[in-house]
């Protein structure tokens, strides 16, 4: 593919027939250089006007503005002009090697250069400025994206390049003392507020009646506290119950703090203690302390459940 990029156009008004064809021809190199480098493979086009040496030129210094690899010569007259566009200016290989001795010092992590700050696209486009001037090897290249050797956790692998997420904890998973910040957060919508009073049958005017709230020091109704248990409760499944067979108390379970409406809230759980079931000795016993915070990081609510089911 060859892009036939000439730099008058850019002087001509907004409007002229030339320019719609020309970002077109532009905006598809460019889908296909960025297409290419996610797969990991290499971009490269040819020119096969033979005679044009000018336009040869900046076809060239377009494909290395796109991100392409390298132009495949058709002659070798070309050779000389396509090694010349895509040999980087002395300038710019200076602060290429810049940036890339700052990523190495950083180990990786963001920083800076200068005034500028310094990031993995930046550093990637700095790595591949010093390839193109032959000073750092090439980055390993994949054919084809696969699943890594190792496995992201929370998940077991049940077949080739296929893997199930994991529900709950096994005894072993269990460490007492650890304690688990569970994401991500809820917000107390209006739509469940209602719809708990209606299930539940509560009347209480605290929940539903605004201008008995502000004859009670209140400025709006309060979300139900069975609500407010469950959201939590609810957030912690995944990890701490999420195989449980049997809930077993749901100890000392206290509200401190008034939610409302539009509240966030987020949880986190204490594991108190782990152990096998005396009766069903392949059962786990799990006692945890859950706790409810809101976006204030004020605990709205606190409980000590215990629960069992297997111990894998």
């Known amino acids: 593919m060859g892009i036939d990029r000439d730099t008058s156009r850019r002087r001509e008004p907004v409007g002229h027939p030339a320019l719609p064809v020309l970002a077109g021809v532009l905006f598809g190199a460019a889908h296909y250089a960025a297409g290419a480098a996610g797969a990991g493979l290499s971009?490269?086009?040819?020119?096969?006007?033979?005679?044009?040496?000018?336009?040869?030129?900046?076809?060239?210094?377009?494909?290395?503005?796109?991100?392409?690899?390298?132009?495949?010569?058709?002659?070798?007259?070309?050779?000389?002009v396509m090694r010349g566009a895509f040999r980087p200016d002395p300038r710019e290989l200076a602060d290429a090697r810049a940036v890339?001795?700052?990523?190495?010092?950083?180990?990786?992590?963001?920083?800076?250069?200068?005034?500028?700050?310094?990031?993995?696209?930046?550093?990637?486009?700095?790595?591949?400025?010093?390839?193109?001037?032959?000073?750092?090897?090439?980055?390993?290249?994949?054919?084809?994206?696969?699943?890594?050797?190792?496995?992201?956790?929370?998940?077991?692998?049940?077949?080739?390049?296929?893997?199930?997420?994991l529900v709950g904890l096994g005894l072993a998973d269990f460490v007492v003392g650890r304690v688990v910040e569970h994401r991500p957060a809820r917000t107390v919508t209006l739509a469940e507020h209602v719809q708990i009073l209606a299930l539940t049958g509560n009347e209480a005017p605290i929940h539903s009646d605004v201008?008995?709230?502000?004859?009670?020091?209140?400025?709006?109704?309060?979300?139900?506290?069975?609500?407010?248990?469950?959201?939590v409760l609810?957030?912690?499944?995944?990890?701490?119950?999420?195989?449980?067979?049997?809930?077993?108390?749901p100890d000392e379970v206290r509200f401190e703090h008034p939610v409302h409406v539009g509240d966030t809230l987020r949880a986190q759980s204490e594991t108190l203690t782990a152990r096998r079931s005396r009766s069903r000795p392949e059962h786990r016993v799990v006692t945890c302390r859950i706790e409810g915070h809101n976006q204030d990081d004020r605990r709205v609510l606190g409980t000590r459940p215990r629960s069992t089911g297997p111990s894998r």
């Open 43 to 80: 971009a490269v086009d040819s020119f096969f006007d033979l005679g044009d040496v000018d336009g040869l030129r900046r076809d060239v210094e377009d494909a290395v503005e796109l991100g392409f690899a390298g132009k495949v010569a058709i002659h070798p007259n070309q050779v000389p």
């Open 100 to 165: 890339l001795s700052a990523a190495d010092a950083a180990g990786g992590a963001i920083t800076t250069v200068g005034d500028r700050t310094i990031g993995p696209p930046l550093v990637a486009a700095a790595r591949a400025l010093a390839v193109r001037a032959g000073e750092t090897p090439l980055p390993p290249r994949s054919r084809s994206p696969a699943v890594p050797d190792a496995l992201p956790p929370g998940y077991r692998s049940v077949g080739e390049n296929r893997v199930r997420e």
């Open 211 to 231: 201008e008995f709230c502000k004859r009670t020091g209140r400025d709006q109704v309060l979300v139900c506290g069975l609500l407010t248990l469950n959201i």
């Open 234 to 249: 609810g957030m912690t499944v995944r990890s701490t119950s999420g195989l449980t067979t049997a809930n077993l108390a």
